[in-house]
């Protein structure tokens, strides 16, 4: 509820079952190949599947993978 | 006073729905802005919308045992209705494409404007949460990247008339009937659930489809400014998901456990009216069915 005085919950950082990262602010995310990509969005999904066709960034592509290759 | 629904139906009805909602968002030039609190107008508005909302509800069954935060984007991955963006993907042709844009444009130039009636009717987090995701629909205070804007700048490029009631004429009623719904979720409070189970379903049908979107343009050679649209889609809307159901239906539901029906009501109806929707678009190109 929306108590005054109450702090709500609002991480940097939440993981999504199945899908993405969700990064909440200004950060750089290095790929595999120690290339550096800015986040441009107030928050931004970071693939964990590493089948996006976006990569570093979530394109949805885990939605059409099996279970087993999807992230915990 | 009017006490039953005007006679008219289908298109008609739908039509004059249409009409009477765009009077809350930008009116029409050389019609009174004040006609927008018209009693009369208010009355057959409202007729008219529970008339809209009665066909809805009856197309609905409620999913037994799911929880929506947990099972919303799995259950809306498993709805495999008809999909557009297939066939724009690898067979559409320009005419087909240019027509698609067309009478998608009733919505994309004023995209994400129904959601914003949401945000005085909801508790603190629930709010933060849904200005998080129209923080970015809106360009994230650049009117550059604005998503109805980046619509209208590549419809023009297209060479299309980009104002919003332009294309009304060539408009199917399942595309004035999606219109309606979402006016009709976001004007009234009473149905804030419903609306926001609608963005959730609309949100979570958008990633994989835009980047389908893109490359069928691309293979048609549109330019690069409508292309640029879906592609802003594809990466924006899979954050766009998750926020959807993760923290605004989760905050909504913390402090309105009630609404969870509304919720699945509205996901449900965002993917029938698009199912119907991109039948009728096949059916007037002469195309077979393309599935999901
Ligand atoms: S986690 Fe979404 S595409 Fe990899
Ligand atoms: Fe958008
Ligand atoms: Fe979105």
């Known amino acids: 509820m929306s108590e005054p005085g109450v702090a709500f919950e609002h991480p940097d950082v939440v993981l999504c079952p199945g899908g993405p990262m969700l990064l909440r602010g200004r950060h750089t995310v290095e790929d595999a190949d120690g290339v550096p990509h800015e986040t441009t969005r107030p928050v931004t999904a970071v693939c964990r599947c590493e089948r996006s066709a976006s990569f570093p960034w979530c394109d949805g592509t885990h939605k059409v993978l099996p279970p087993k290759l999807r992230p915990a | ?34 006609l927008e609190w018209e ?78 009636w949401l945000v005085p009717r909801l508790g603190v987090p629930a709010k933060a949460a849904l200005m998080e995701l129209q923080f970015d629909e809106y360009g994230n205070g650049d009117p550059n990247r604005l998503h109805h804007h980046l619509f209208a700048t590549g419809m023009a490029a297209a060479g299309l008339e980009p104002s919003y009631d332009a294309h009304v004429d060539v ?29 959730a379903a609309f949100e979570a049908t958008s990633s994989l489809p835009s980047r389908r979107m893109a490359e069928g343009l691309k293979r048609l050679d549109l330019p690069p400014e409508i292309i640029a649209y879906y592609a802003e889609h594809v990466e924006a809307d899979a954050v766009h998901e998750q926020l959807a159901v993760r923290t605004i239906a989760a905050a909504l539901l913390d402090e309105e456990p009630d609404l969870e029906a509304d919720l699945w009501f509205g996901a449900f109806t965002c993917l029938d009216l698009e199912d119907r929707f991109a039948r009728r678009m096949l059916d007037r190109w002469g195309v077979g069915e393309v599935a999901a």
Do not use: C
Request: hydrophobic content about 40%.
């Open chain 2, 1 to 34: 006073m009017l006490t039953t629904a005007p006679t008219a139906v289908g298109d008609d009805a739908a039509l004059a729905l249409w009409v009477l909602h765009e009077l809350h968002y930008r009116g029409f030039a050389g019609v009174d802005d004040g």
């Open chain 2, 39 to 116: 009693p009369t107008l208010l009355q057959v508005r409202g007729l008219l919308e529970a008339d809209l909302e009665r066909r809805l509800r009856g197309r609905w069954t409620p999913p037994q045992g799911l929880s929506f935060v947990d099972d919303a984007l799995e259950w809306i991955d498993g709805q495999d209705g008809v999909s557009l963006a297939r066939h724009v993907h690898r067979d559409a042709d320009r005419d087909q494409v240019l027509d698609l844009l067309r009478v998608r444009s009733l919505y994309h130039l004023k995209e994400s404007d129904p959601v914003s």
């Open chain 2, 171 to 199: 408009v199917p009623l399942e595309v004035l009937e999606q219109n309606n719904t979402l006016s009709l979720f976001g004007l009234h409070r009473r149905l804030r659930g419903a609306a926001l189970g609608h963005l």
